[in-house]
């Protein structure tokens, strides 16, 4: 039994939210494009940096310097290896990470005991207001929450991935993915507790510092490979995906171009979204700030729209077009990522609401189902659409 998505033959998440549910609009399918692609970039950004930290960790060598290496590196790698590179390769790298995840989750048991009250009376002695749940206010948490789930949500990988899959199983296979992805990183928060706990000054370093500090070398061997690995391999996922973005849904969403040329014109966006990359980790203090950037954007605004504009869905149509009109769909994408960024990014703007996700809902919210009291609804304007181009 094929799965929904692969019945009709969506490509990214900008294709099914354009076609699904708006029509067919190019001006949605470009700008919900340019929205995936931040996380993307950001995403890539993010290994970069964390490679940067473990190497100069090891080679005490200025990590700005190896940022660059790196990003070259991924960028090569990326374009030469293509998507057989990432399919073969991380099915190996998977399973030396589950390895290492085991030893680790192993280690930190035996270091920490699991001594929560323990852990809680050294943050509280460091700082009180490292175990309080709002040390500054609602808005930043609730903020942060917003963004790991509705980021999580809008993550482009996974749904690509949905849309290849080639039957219902394979889909569902990500629920069990998603499952241990959950028990990992509860542990590696914990592991961060324990780290800040154990050494102040620790910082966004939590994880090699506890590696280097409470595992045998045969771990850290394995962690430095594992590393490595999981950076590339997330790296050439999300390069790849930045390059159908730029390509399937902003350059070329009519697929017009031959095989040949979206080869060509892959590698040179590829390059250019890796050389964004490089920008955004030199630029960018820390992994979770960038993260937070791209996911805020993306998901603050993607999913507010697919939900609204689902429950709108025209239930005539075999293809479920949205009741909500183009015009909505539109200037609810359009002014819902303009407020993002602005939020996301301008400093005082940020402090006001924690970030650029909750002011993002809203306003693509509002703007929606304002401009959609007025305007015509897509499912009465657009005729029936050929998903198999």
């Known amino acids: 039994m094929k799965s929904t998505f692969t019945k009709l033959n969506y490509i990214t998440m900008a294709h099914y939210l354009s076609d699904y549910l708006a029509g067919g609009d190019l001006f949605v399918r470009r700008i919900a494009g340019a929205a995936t692609l931040l996380p993307n970039v950001c995403w890539v950004g993010g290994q970069i940096m964390a490679l940067s930290y473990l190497y100069s960790m090891v080679f005490n ?3 700005k310097i190896i940022m660059v290496i790196v990003g070259a590196v991924v960028i090569y790698y990326t374009i030469s290896g293509g998507f057989k590179a990432v399919v073969k390769t991380d099915f190996f790298q998977g399973i030396m990470q589950l390895a290492l995840a085991g030893f680790i989750i192993t280690y930190i048991v035996k270091a920490s005991g699991l001594n929560v009250s323990w852990i809680s009376k050294q943050l509280a002695v460091q700082d009180p207001k490292l175990w309080q749940w709002t040390p500054e206010g609602i808005l930043p948490h609730l903020s942060g929450f917003l963004v790991g789930f509705f980021g999580a949500l809008s993550n482009p990988p996974m749904w690509n991935r949905a849309f290849a899959a080639k039957d219902i199983q394979t889909v569902k296979a990500y629920k069990i993915s998603m ?3 959950a ?10 507790l324990y780290a800040r706990a154990v050494n102040p000054q620790v910082g966004d370093k939590a994880t090699f510092w506890f590696v280097f500090n409470h595992t045998p070398v045969f771990v850290q061997a394995l962690a430095m490979v594992c590393v490595l690995g999981a950076c590339m391999s997330t790296a050439d996922t999300h390069l790849n995906n930045g390059g159908a973005n730029i390509i399937c849904d902003i350059i070329d969403p009519y697929g017009r171009m031959k095989a040949k040329e979206q080869v060509k014109y892959s590698r040179i966006v590829t390059t250019v979204a890796g050389i964004l990359a490089i920008g955004a980790a030199l630029t960018f203090p820390s992994v979770f700030d960038l993260g937070m950037f791209g996911y805020a954007i993306c998901g603050g605004v993607l999913i507010p729209y697919f939900a609204i504009a689902y429950l709108y869905k025209d239930k005539s149509s075999k293809e479920f077009r949205s009741g909500l009109s183009v015009t909505a769909s539109r200037a609810g994408l359009f002014v819902g990522t303009v407020v993002a960024v602005l939020f996301e990014g301008i400093p005082s703007l940020n ?10 809902i809203v306003v693509t919210t509002l703007v929606l189902l304002l401009v959609n009291s007025f305007t015509k609804s897509t499912a ?4 029936n659409l050929d998903h198999s181009s």
């Open 61 to 63: 060598i200025n990590p």
């Open 179 to 181: 499952v241990i992805t």
């Open 183 to 192: 028990i990992a990183v509860s542990f590696t928060l914990f592991m961060g």
């Open 351 to 360: 402090k006001l609401l924690g970030g650029g996700i909750i002011p993002a």
């Open 380 to 383: 009465s304007t657009v005729p």
